[in-house]
């Protein structure tokens, strides 16, 4: 199982509080990934490092970093093509913008 979020506080706290809820639970078999739900290639601790690597601070950094977070998309996604059996979720998916609903799908469909 693994579970996406783009929020470093929730995601911090849940890769935190992992080993014990496993040690617990008797079950180790989550982890947690930092990502959105529309766009799951997107490895967004990977862009992180990347971008602390180069950091935008000009139009010209801010178009590279679409090349890397692409490239990144390519070479090593969050989620690989047809891995996922099933997509359960708490309403995050109606918290996606309308507009990004199509990509979202396409996604999940992957």
């Known amino acids: 199982m693994i579970g996406i979020d783009c929020n470093d506080d929730m995601l911090s706290l849940a890769r935190r509080s992992q080993p014990e809820v496993a040690r617990r639970i ?12 529309q766009d799951l290639r997107l490895d967004l601790d990977q862009l992180d490092a990347k971008l602390k690597e180069q950091p935008v601070t000009s139009s010209s950094d801010w178009l ?11 070479t090593s996604p969050l989620v690989a093509n047809e891995s996922v059996d099933v997509v359960v979720s708490n309403c995050v998916l109606n918290l996606v913008r309308s507009e990004d609903r199509r990509q979202l799908f396409a996604e999940i469909h992957r």
């Open 26 to 37: 008797g079950f180790d078999n989550v982890e947690f990934r930092k990502g959105q739900i």
């Open 64 to 74: 590279r970093a679409h090349e890397v977070a692409d490239e990144l998309r390519r």
